[in-house]
Every structure is written in C-alpha cells, then in structure tokens.
C-alpha cells in the first residue's frame, strides 16, 4: 500500500508542475499568452496516466488489489 501512495503522489506532482511550467510558459510567449490545455495533456497528464494503464494491462489483479485494500 505504501508503493501505491508514492506513485500516485509522483503522478500527481508531475501534472502540477507541468501545468505550472505550461502556464509559465505561456506568460513569456510573445503572441498568444493563454494556457495551453493540448500541451499540458500531452506532456502532463498522459505520460502521468500511462504506467497505470499499462499496470491495468499486464496485471489486473494490482489493480484489484489496490481497490480492495
């Protein structure tokens, strides 16, 4: 249970600074100054998301497992 905490906290402060660096980013650009929502799912939220799914793929029973604990 200890290792599932840690990869969710991991996954989650990797969508928060993404998406900070996103809104940083987009405050120095010289056009367009509003947040990017397309750069920040693919460079955030999917690469956060994406070992889950694979978890979900090669081992069901984790997920399961996580769920009933």
Known sequence: MKY????LTISLVWII???YLV???GLYARGDKSFRLDEWIWFGIIPALAPYLFVFIWKPEAIKNI???
């Open 23 to 25: 809104w940083a980013n």
């Open 67 to 69: 769920f009933k604990s």
């Open 17 to 19: 600074v993404v998406g």
């Open 4 to 7: 599932s905490k840690i990869y």
